[in-house]
């Protein structure tokens, strides 16, 4: 992978690590961990600059949030409840359930969509829910380019500035996502808990 990202790197530059990065957001091929502390290690043997890959990577994450958020709004509030009336009884889910996640992410979406660009695979996701609830489109973009730019200044710098030891930034990325992804498997789950003890009563 190192070879391929590297060849991709020194015959695109920046361009390369735009649509890398857009396509990461979309369909992820690679982690964009990956991406971003390669990319500050390249900053010392080639001609990219550090600010450079991170407005680069920036752009690519603000384009491919932008594919996301249009697929959101395919599936807004009416189709979702068309959905339910022939799934709803599977799935345990009620029309009532759909309007009270709508008016939550109206209430706190914002701040969602900031900070979940700091939790992998996440950080993309995010801009789905973001379209179905119709959020403002400009601070969805405003929002989405705050977080990626201090996510992909922090990780571009931390490869840079290791240098060979890139590698290392991406195993203890590694380890920060499972350590992300196993709370929020207890959030889904105390939630779901909550939820069913509630309708049995």
């Known amino acids: 992978m190192e070879n391929w990202l590297m060849e991709i790197l020194n015959e695109y530059g920046y361009i390369g690590i735009l649509l890398l990065i857009a396509l990461e957001n979309i369909f992820p091929p690679i982690p ?22 991170v407005i680069s990577s920036t752009l690519g994450s603000v384009i491919g949030a932008m594919v996301l958020y249009s697929i959101g709004l395919q599936l807004d509030v009416e189709r ?25 992410f109206d209430k706190f979406g ?3 969509v900031f900070f979940c660009r700091f939790v992998p695979l ?10 179905m609830s119709n959020m403002n ?10 977080g990626t730019f201090i996510w992909n200044i922090v990780l571009v710098n931390l490869g840079a500035s290791v240098g060979e030891s890139w590698e290392d930034v ?23 808990l909550l939820i069913y003890k509630k309708r049995t009563k």
Not at 85 to 103: E, F, M, T
Not at 122 to 131: D, F, N, Q, T
Not at 137 to 146: C, D, E, K, P, R
């Open 170 to 192: 991406v195993r203890y990325m590694e380890v920060y996502s499972n350590i992300i992804y196993i709370l929020l498997i207890l959030l889904v789950i105390i939630s779901l």
């Open 137 to 146: 489109f400009g601070l969805f973009v405003l929002l989405t380019s705050l």
């Open 122 to 131: 996440i950080r993309s996701l995010i801009s789905v829910p973001a379209g």
């Open 80 to 104: 979702l409840e068309r959905i339910l009336d022939r799934w709803g009884h599977v799935l345990r889910l009620s029309k009532s359930d759909i309007h009270k996640a709508d008016q939550w």
């Open 110 to 112: 914002p701040w969602t």
């Open 32 to 53: 964009s961990e990956v991406i971003l502390t390669f990319g500050g290690f390249m900053t010392n043997s080639s001609d990219l600059s550090i600010v450079g890959v």
